[in-house]
């Protein structure tokens, strides 16, 4: 399996750990964009599995897969409109405050795993989840002991944004 996690870009993003829920703090042009960003995911995820997103939990039934998911931005407001989902990230702070977040302020949890926990298994390169395109939802339920597991089993393909 080829690595291609930068050990000084996790280091960064888990020294600002602490900040990813605080609008004012570090991670404010995030903030600042990710309503734009959060529109055009839901929009499209919308248009794709025919969702009305004027219902309550629009997303209900959908499994979403939140690659580098930092502190849940992306999938915490996705849950709040019904989806189920993991987030994953290679640092373990941001893993830890997302988790923390996400039990704080969502009736369901949000599975949050690192990407440590991660490779101890391969995901084959025949998954659907080894290719990558611009939408984050699976409609297939999907065990959730099993990260891997349940994303080489998963009928998804991705949105991945990076804040560098």
Partial sequence: MTVTVDPSEIAKFEAM???WWDP???????????????DYITRQVAGEFGRDLSSERPFE?????????????????????????TGLDAGARNIA????????????RIESTSTTELKR????????????SERVPSTKRVPSSSPAAAAAAAAFVLFLSFLS
């Fill in 24 to 38: 004012t703090g570090k991670f404010k042009p995030l903030h600042m964009m990710n309503p734009v960003r959060l």
């Fill in 17 to 19: 750990a602490a900040e």
């Fill in 61 to 85: 039934g959908l499994r979403i897969v939140d690659i580098g998911c930092g502190g849940g931005l992306v999938s915490e407001p996705l849950a709040r409109l019904g989806a189920a989902g």
């Fill in 121 to 132: 298994e391969r995901v084959p390169a025949s998954s659907p989840s080894a290719k990558t």
């Fill in 97 to 108: 405050v997302a988790s923390a977040h996400a039990a704080e302020h969502l009736p369901k």
